[in-house]
């Protein structure tokens, strides 16, 4: 298993740009599509918890699958809010990248820079 998981939306631009990015630095990543492998409520805990954030935080409230559901996320708990994005994975932020206990949301190339290059040389 790789030490970065890049979790992302395969037809999704800026995932597309993220992966290009990792793969022209070499960085070594387990590929996680969100659509195929949504995470399940242990991984997005996991994922929460290095990140900082609730649970509920992950979810992109300016997502398209965001505002066709609307969902009320302050009367959701955890487990009802992994279920949510069980059901439509496109709810999270994305690309997700973890490295250990580092976490990046986005793509920003700098962010990535400094995360993933620097450390390796």
Same mark, same amino acid.
Request: glycine share 4%.
């Given at each position: 298993?790789?030490? #970065?998981?890049?979790?992302?939306? &395969? ?7 993220? $992966?290009?990015? !990792?793969?022209?630095?070499? #960085? ?6 969100? !659509? ?9 805990? %996991? ?5 900082? #954030?609730? !649970? ?6 300016? &997502? ?28 999270? $932020? ?6 250990? %206990?580092?976490?990046? &949301?986005?793509? %920003?190339? $700098? ?5 993933? #290059?620097?450390?390796?040389?």
């Amino acid at each position: 298993m790789a030490a #970065v998981v890049f979790y992302c939306v &395969s037809t999704w631009r800026t995932c597309q740009k993220a $992966k290009a990015w !990792l793969s022209q630095n070499n #960085v070594d990543f387990e590929y996680r599509d969100l !659509l195929k492998e949504p995470p399940d409520l242990k991984e997005l805990k %996991k994922i929460a918890g290095i990140a900082g #954030v609730q !649970l509920a935080d992950l979810v992109n409230p300016k &997502s398209q699958a965001y505002k066709k559901l609307q969902p009320d996320l302050t009367i959701l708990d955890d487990e009802g809010i992994a279920a949510l994005i069980a059901g439509e994975p496109r709810l999270l $932020k994305r690309p997700l990248l973890l490295q250990g %206990k580092k976490f990046l &949301s986005g793509f %920003k190339e $700098k962010e990535y820079e400094e995360l993933l #290059v620097q450390k390796r040389c």
